[in-house]
């Protein structure tokens, strides 16, 4: 764990505007494209992203400056996806129609490639079938480029850890891709 | 890590999806830093009212010494601000426009309530506000605020509607987008949205607005969907400032679909007595439903 981001979550938790500035400005982008692959709109994930940053702030006081910051901010992102997946859901069924998130569908299919089907694929496997831990890894991974050893860093695992869970999201891929590939 | 060629072309694959552009950073900072003014305001509102609670309980000297307390208190800038905020009220059958110096245009329906600070638009943009009223709010850097007693509203520049009246909670937004909050949720409502409560609100409580001319009563117009009849009938005698009477109780409980004229009383009577069968007499300021 970098002690940087220690000492800053430190004066976060003293109510330290500017230490607060800094660490939005170090995980702002990561959170967007973390939440804006889940819930596909950007908005949305412009929203869910802000939420979650001003809820830190509100529990300021609550922060463990020891454990990993992207795993708290992923952790509420994720809460906040599922409150708007479930508002969703209630509003579809009240209007008597199928929910229609997360599905996959295409603007012109004619012009849909074989891997713009897998990648769509992909994306929907990732959001409907891993889970939460296993689908933060693979996103920073797949999405961000990181290397394990930085996601191991970033989430206060082990490298081990991240591999296994690599390792893992494949197989559940590959299992529920067997039409594709 | 070894792969299989399928494993191999999901790992190349994967990276390919097309994310959105990541928003200007520092304007999303300084929305961010809005809000969380407005979390801090509303902390002191909290803290101010739990010490008021606490006064019957307290011992003869602590009452003393509240009372120099106060004598201090009066002199300081929140007693200030709480003696010398600006009230305005209407009856029934009136409707007020008010323009605040912000630019802020807020249309007060009847026998409403607004009370603001003299600091607005210096310090902050806040207002409490009892009964219903239809807000356009001018977008600046202090976050405008409306405490009700179901919950606050906050926005940033928008139109919306606000009824918080003793039979229940009602917003409904037309451009833009505000936040709900109340001690346990904290929902988004956007163009279209609306929410129709009896006590607390929750996320799953938003709906869409169904009514063509939102909120009815600035188109003069009453839409009713399913809408009981002395729930009606009690926004009839707040708009024309008369009184009804039912000779049949069970009537009240009537309820009617449609949209009604409401900018005469006797066409609106008239409406109401064709939907509800039943003929009324209109005596001075007294209406009598047969």
Known sequence: MKEIEKNLLKKVKNSDKTAFRQLFSDFYDTLFRFVAYRVRDSDLAEDITQETFLRVWKKRESLVPEKSFFSLIARISTNLCYDHFRHIEVRNRHQNQLPDFGKSHFDDPEKVTQANMLEEEIHRIVNEKLPDKCRSIFILSRMEGRTNPEIAGMLDLSVRTVENQIYRALKVLKKNLDNYL | ?290
Not at chain 2, 60 to 82: E, Q, T
Not at chain 2, 84 to 93: R, Y
């Open chain 2, 1 to 290: 890590m070894k792969l299989d060629n399928k494993e191999k072309l999901i790992w190349e694959v994967s990276t390919q999806t097309q994310l959105p552009p990541v928003p200007d950073k520092d304007a999303v900072w300084d929305r961010l830093v809005q809000e969380m003014k407005i979390d801090q305001n509303n902390f002191g509102i909290t803290k101010k009212e739990s010490s008021w609670k606490l006064w019957p309980n307290m011992g003869n000297k602590i009452n003393i010494a509240i009372a120099y307390g106060l004598i201090f208190a009066l002199l300081s800038p929140l007693a200030y601000n709480f003696f010398f905020t600006k009230k305005i009220l209407t009856g029934n059958a009136q409707n007020e426009t008010i323009l605040l110096s912000d630019g802020t245009k807020i249309i007060l329906n009847s026998k409403s309530k607004i009370i603001y600070g003299r600091n607005y638009n210096i310090d902050n943009r806040s207002i409490k506000l009892t009964g219903e009223a239809y807000f356009e709010v001018e977008k600046n850097d202090l976050p405008f605020t409306i405490e009700t007693t179901y919950g606050v509203i906050s926005v940033l520049g928008t139109s919306f509607n606000v009824r918080s009246r003793e039979d229940g909670f009602e917003v409904g937004v037309n451009d833009g987008r505000i936040k709900l909050s109340n001690e346990s949720y904290s929902i988004h409502l956007s163009k279209g949205q609306f929410i129709e409560v009896e006590s607390s609100f929750e996320e799953k409580d938003i709906v869409d607005i169904s009514i063509k001319e939102y909120p009815d009563w600035i188109n003069q117009k009453f839409y009713c969907n399913e809408t009981r009849l002395d729930e009606l009938c009690s926004e009839i005698e707040r708009t024309f400032d008369i009184q009804i009477k039912f000779l049949d109780q069970n009537l009240k409980n009537l309820t009617i679909t449609g949209i009604i004229e409401a900018s005469d009383l006797n066409d609106v009577l008239y409406t109401v007595s064709l939907l509800t069968k039943h003929k009324f007499k209109l005596e001075d300021d007294i209406c009598t439903i047969l």
